[in-house]
Each structure stands twice: as C-alpha cells, then as structure tokens.
T-cell receptor, first 117, second 110 residues
Framework: NAGVTQTPKFQVLKTGQSMTLQCAQD?????MSWYRQDPGMGLRLIHY???????DQGEVPNGYNVSRSTTEDFPLRLLSAAPSQTSVYFC????????????????FGPGTRLTVL | GENVEQHPSTLSVQEGDSAVIKCTYS??????FPWYKQELGKGPQLIID?????GEKKDQRIAVTLNKTAKHFSLHITETQPEDSAVYFC?????????FGPGTRLSVLP
C-alpha cells in the first residue's frame, strides 16, 4: 500500500491564483481530512469527509473548497490564493470516526508546502 | 468546543534522560487520546494512544498516562535517544474530528 499520497510537495503561487492540492489513499478509508500546519499553532482542520459524497467544514474553511467523488481521492482547492494561506498542508485518512473504537488512527500524507507571494 | 493545551512548547534533554509532555483538554466527554510524532519534513505518525477506561498504557520506552478527573494526559519517554528528536502532538476528540495541541519540539542532546 502507498498509504496517503499528496501532490505537489512544494508550490509557489501568486496572490489571486487558484490551484488544487491532490490527496489520495489506497486503504479504503471512509474518513479523510485536510489540515494546515503553522508555526506554534499545531494542526488546524480545514475540511473533512466521512465518505464519498459527504464533506463538511472544519475550524478554518474560508478560502478552501473540497469534494469527495470517490473513496480514494479528496482534493483541496484554493479559490484565490492569499499570503495568509502560506502554510504546510496535510491530508489524513482513517478507517473509522468512531471515537474510542478501533480504527481511529489517522494516517497522514507527507505534506505540501505552499507559499503565496 | 474542545480546547487542548500542551506544555512545554520546547524541551531539551540529555540522551538517556526521560522526557515528559503534558496536555490538558476541556471536554469531559472525551474518551480517546492519541499522541503523534512528526519528524522533520514528514507528516505526523501515531505513536501511542489511550482510551478512557485505562489510566496508563506502555509501549517499550513510551507510555501515556491519563487523569480524567483533572482532564490531562501525559506522554513519557524514557531512556531518550537521538532518534526521539521530533515534534510531538497530543489530540482530543471533538465531534467527528480531533483537536490537536500546538506541539512540543523535543531535542535529545548527545
């Protein structure tokens, strides 16, 4: 299994440009999510999905869109990039969202480092 | 909502010493607490977790303790080694997701 894969690894955008960060997993996980990581602020949830066709907002959703047309893929779209979106983005997946049950472990991708000028 | 605090933000120890990182949470209904390790340039990886029906869990050199009354849980690393140098995150459940602490950068000095 490749686990969780993300592309690209690095990206530089100009303010106002749009782009899509790709995320895929081959573990047949129902739950997928996107986080951004900024210094001193840990991981903050942007959007998440509990299954194909179902998405919801996390803590910091503004400026981002997601879709989940298949179980495997969960792309993150930046509509009009802003310098405040400079960050490292992580995609994660897990088998279950059942808190306290088995399958809670989140598997993270290697991250995409995005710089917006 | 859930609020997770984590201390210290940075920690330096001599190789062979122990390291302790503490997290507090606010939602008394939370019942599952994972710890993640993030090495430089990589995504976080689960290293240990604990459920609310136990007070302590060990896995070789790492252990996690949970005090539900005080709403805090701690990561203990014994006999630290250079490869333990990383950023460590705690997390607590919130709805269908998790809230992460801000992270602790652990440096193990040779």
């Amino acid at each position: 299994n490749a686990g969780v894969t993300q592309t690209p690894k690095f990206q530089v955008l100009k303010t106002g440009q749009s782009m899509t960060l790709q995320c895929a997993q081959d573990m047949n996980h129902e739950y997928m999510s996107w986080y951004r990581q900024d210094p001193g602020m840990g991981l903050r949830l942007i959007h998440y999905s509990v299954g194909a066709g179902i998405t919801d907002q996390g803590e910091v959703p503004n400026g981002y869109n997601v879709s989940r047309s298949t179980t495997e893929d969960f792309p993150l779209r930046l509509l009009s990039a802003a310098p405040s979106q400079t960050s490292v983005y992580f995609c994660a997946s897990s088998y279950s969202i059942d808190q306290g049950g088995s399958g809670n472990e989140q598997f993270f991708g290697p991250g995409t480092r995005l710089t917006v000028l | 909502g859930e609020n997770v605090e984590q201390h210290p933000s940075t920690l330096s120890v001599q190789e062979g010493d122990s390291a302790v990182i503490k997290c507090t949470y606010s939602d008394s209904a939370s019942n599952y607490f994972p710890w993640y390790k993030q090495e430089l340039g990589k995504g976080p990886q689960l290293i240990i977790d604990i459920r609310s029906n136990v007070g302590e869990k060990k896995d070789q050199r790492i252990a996690v303790t949970l005090n539900k009354t005080a709403k805090h849980f701690s990561l203990h690393i014994t006999e630290t080694q250079p490869e333990d140098s990383a950023v460590y995150f705690c997390a607590a459940p919130y709805g269908q997701n998790f809230v992460f602490g801000p992270g602790t950068r652990l440096s193990v000095l040779p």
